[in-house]
C-alpha cells in the first residue's frame, strides 16, 4: 500500500523532517480540502494562493507539529484561515455581492449545488448578510465547522485558541445567522 494511505498525517510529517519530499504526500492528501474551503470564503483565484501560502508556511513550521496529534488538518486550517484573513476585505465583498445576487460560493459536489439551486434566494440573501455581518474571528469559527466540518476540538487547535472561546464565539456567530434566517441553525441546517 502506499505511504499516502497508511501513514497518519502526525507520521508524513515526522518522516519529512527526515527526507522532505514526503511532505507532498501530506498535501495531495489535504490540499482540496483546503482549496475548498478557501474558494468558499474567497474565490478559486484567492483560494489558490491561501493553499500555496498555507503549505509553504506549513513545510517551514513541519517541525513544530506536534505529532502526538495524528490529523494535521486543524493545523492545516489554522494557516488558511490566518491566510483568510489578510484577504479580510475582499470576503466581505464577496458575501456583500452574493446578498445582492441572493448566491453563495459555489461548491464542488453536484448534490450540494442541486440543493443549493432549489433552495429560496431569500434565504441566501439573508445568509450572506448575516455572514457579512459577523466578527472575522466570530466567522472563522462558524465556518471552520460548517463549512470544514471541524469539531470544536479542531477549531480550538485550528485557531491556538481555548475551547471555551470556541463555544462562546460560536454561540453568538449562530445567533446572528439564526435571526438572520429566521431561527434556522447554520451548523445543524445544510447551508446552501
Do not use: C
Amino acid at each position: 500500500m502506499p505511504l499516502s494511505t497508511t501513514l497518519s498525517d502526525a507520521a508524513l510529517i515526522e518522516r519529512s523532517w527526515r527526507n522532505p519530499e514526503d511532505f507532498a504526500l501530506l498535501f495531495d492528501r489535504n490540499a482540496a480540502r483546503i482549496h475548498r474551503y478557501a474558494a468558499r470564503r474567497l474565490g478559486d483565484d484567492t483560494a489558490d494562493d491561501v493553499v500555496s501560502e498555507t503549505f509553504l508556511t506549513a513545510f517551514r513550521q513541519r517541525h513544530d507539529y506536534d505529532i502526538a496529534r495524528p490529523d494535521a488538518l486543524p493545523w492545516l486550517y489554522g494557516f488558511a484561515t490566518n491566510f483568510i484573513r489578510r484577504h479580510r476585505r475582499a470576503e466581505i465583498h464577496r458575501y456583500k455581492a452574493y446578498s445582492r445576487m441572493g448566491v453563495l460560493p459555489d461548491t464542488d459536489d453536484a448534490a450540494e449545488q442541486a440543493l443549493a439551486r432549489a433552495s429560496a434566494h431569500a434565504v441566501r440573501r439573508s445568509l450572506t448578510r448575516a455572514l457579512a455581518s459577523l466578527k472575522a474571528r466570530d466567522r472563522d469559527v462558524l465556518l471552520l465547522v460548517a463549512w470544514a466540518d471541524l469539531t470544536y476540538e479542531g477549531v480550538a487547535d485550528a485557531l491556538s485558541i481555548p475551547i471555551g472561546t470556541v463555544r462562546s464565539r460560536l454561540n453568538r456567530a449562530r445567533t446572528i445567522v439564526r435571526d438572520a434566517l429566521g431561527s434556522t441553525d447554520p451548523t445543524t441546517e445544510q447551508i446552501p
